[in-house]
T-cell receptor
Framework: GNSVTQMEGPVTLSEEAFLTINCTYT??????LFWYVQYPGEGLQLLLKATKADDKGSNKGFEATYRKETTSFHLEKGSVQVSDSAVYFC????????????FGQGTTLQVKP | NAGVTQTPKFQVLKTGQSMTLQCAQD?????MSWYRQDPGMGLRLIHYSVGAGITDQGEVPNGYNVSRSTTEDFPLRLLSAAPSQTSVYFCASRLLTEAFFGQGTRLTVV
């Protein structure tokens, strides 16, 4: 069935370090892929998205590339800041008009000064 | 520019009580969903709707009811609250790909 697997957290980094959060998915067809971010006490916000294979989504210095051959959508940032501390969720929308959005379990990122 | 509005923000219920979590969106989105967020579990889909009058079950529908009489509103009803329903609940609406989330309702069942 449809599922998303994210690397387990928490991930603790020093400011200006390189970030990778791994995400792989199991789905049929051509899903759309997303990264959402949740800051403390808030709802989820869309960080970036990619709707077809080889697309690269980017926003606020974060990037992720839709790799259909490895069913992956890893999140990267070259230099993290303390303000990036949050929970990051990988998600996908199955192909077809299902209205569903399937989430991974979330990865907590803590960036220390 | 309200987006997705959830009420209440916090609620404490006694076991066996019923209540309705409200969700309204002003973006004319067809798709709306309810999720619950529990530590280490991510967001799990409770119920969703692809348009007014159409609803379907998600991963964890037991103990919850929904209806969608208008495009704007998608209330979630707890018929007889149980401690296992203690969670943070998020409503979302979608246009094609991007989903917009409410601020969440933190529900405690004692």
């Amino acid at each position: 069935g449809n599922s998303v697997t994210q690397m387990e957290g928490p991930v603790t980094l020093s400011e200006e370090a390189f970030l990778t959060i791994n995400c792989t998915y199991t789905a049929t067809g051509y899903p759309s892929l997303f990264w959402y971010v949740q800051y403390p006490g808030e709802g989820l916000q869309l960080l970036l998205k990619a709707t077809k294979a080889d697309d690269k989504g980017s926003n606020k210095g974060f990037e992720a590339t839709y790799r259909k051959e490895t069913t992956s959508f890893h999140l990267e940032k070259g230099s993290v800041q303390v303000s990036d501390s949050a929970v990051y969720f990988c998600a996908f929308s199955p192909s077809g008009n299902t209205g569903k959005l399937i989430f991974g379990q979330g990865t907590t990122l803590q960036v220390k000064p | 520019n309200a987006g997705v509005t959830q009420t209440p923000k916090f609620q404490v219920l006694k076991t066996g009580q019923s209540m309705t979590l409200q969700c309204a969106q002003d973006m004319n989105h067809e798709y709306m969903s309810w999720y619950r967020q529990d530590p280490g579990m991510g967001l799990r889909l409770i119920h969703y709707s692809v348009g007014a009058g159409i609803t379907d079950q998600g991963e964890v529908p037991n103990g919850y009811n929904v209806s969608r009489s208008t495009t704007e509103d998608f209330p979630l009803r707890l018929l007889s609250a149980a401690p296992s329903q203690t969670s943070v609940y998020f409503c979302a609406s979608r246009l094609l790909t991007e989903a917009f989330f409410g601020q969440g309702t933190r529900l405690t069942v004692v």
